[in-house]
């Protein structure tokens, strides 16, 4: 079955920059758009950024854009996110998600089917 | 504030039907699929509809969506103390090349 497990979260000092991993199994990764979804403490969903199957084409919400990059190694199922300047407003659960539809349906990607637990950000010096 | 429309709280007793909303514009709902996911306490959200109205395996049809225009709505019917959660709408907005969330909606199964 689908399963998707993140990892690096943790605490970090303001400013500083972090990597978060998504390892995919169950399913053929290269196949599928892969996004990342955070939740602050007692907040709603944050969608933060998406990327292709072929790992070219990639959307990021405004509030994330030229601070957060995403990437995937289609040859290891892993899935990133690089965070850059962290700020006590990024403390949060990330999550990763896989697409619905193979290659996204040829469309955006857009239809979260499979979610990972999440992986806790603290922000703090 | 979020680009979709959802309110804060709905809540109804159990064996009951409730209708949840969601509001948006043509550069969002109007023009594409929604999707709907529910989340529980603790728990990673969960897929429960896409494509305005499909259902993933698995999922009940006690649950189930629809869109008009720029609105969209998720029917629960036969309410059981487990559908205590948090519902989220989403879609895509073509104005800002973005996945879009509504702000959520708690559901209290009295």
């Known amino acids: 079955q689908v399963r998707l497990v993140e990892s690096g979260g943790g605490v970090v000092e303001p400013g500083r920059s972090l990597r978060l991993t998504c390892i995919a199994s169950g399913f053929i990764f290269r196949d599928y758009g892969m996004h990342w979804v955070r939740q602050a403490p007692g907040k709603g969903l944050e969608w933060l950024a998406v990327?292709?199957?072929?790992?070219?084409?990639?959307e990021y919400a405004d509030s994330v854009r030229g601070r957060f990059t995403i990437a995937r190694e289609n040859s290891k199922n892993a899935l990133f996110l690089y965070m850059d300047s962290l700020s006590a407003d990024d403390a949060a659960v990330y999550y990763c998600?896989?697409?619905?539809?193979?290659?996204?349906?040829?469309?955006?990607?857009?239809?979260?089917?499979?979610w990972g637990r999440g992986t806790l950000l603290t922000v703090s010096s | 504030h979020s680009v979709l429309t959802q309110p804060p709280s709905v809540s109804a007793a159990p064996g009951q039907k409730v209708t949840l909303s969601c509001s948006g514009s043509t550069s969002n709902i109007g023009n594409h699929y929604v999707s709907w996911y529910q989340q529980v306490p603790g728990a990673a959200p969960k897929l429960l509809t896409y494509?305005?109205?499909g259902r993933p395996s698995g999922i009940p049809d006690r649950f189930s969506g629809s869109k008009s225009g720029t609105s969209a709505t998720l029917g629960i019917t036969a309410l059981q103390p487990g559908d205590e959660a948090d519902y989220y709408c989403?879609?895509?907005?073509?104005?800002?090349?973005?996945?879009?969330f509504g702000g959520g909606t708690k559901l209290t199964v009295l």
């Open positions: 989403a879609t895509w907005d073509s104005s800002l090349s973005a996945v879009v």
């Open positions: 990327i292709w199957n072929d790992g070219i084409r990639r």
């Open positions: 998600a896989r697409d619905l539809f193979h290659s996204c349906r040829s469309s955006p990607c857009y239809e979260m089917g499979y």
């Open positions: 494509d305005n109205n």
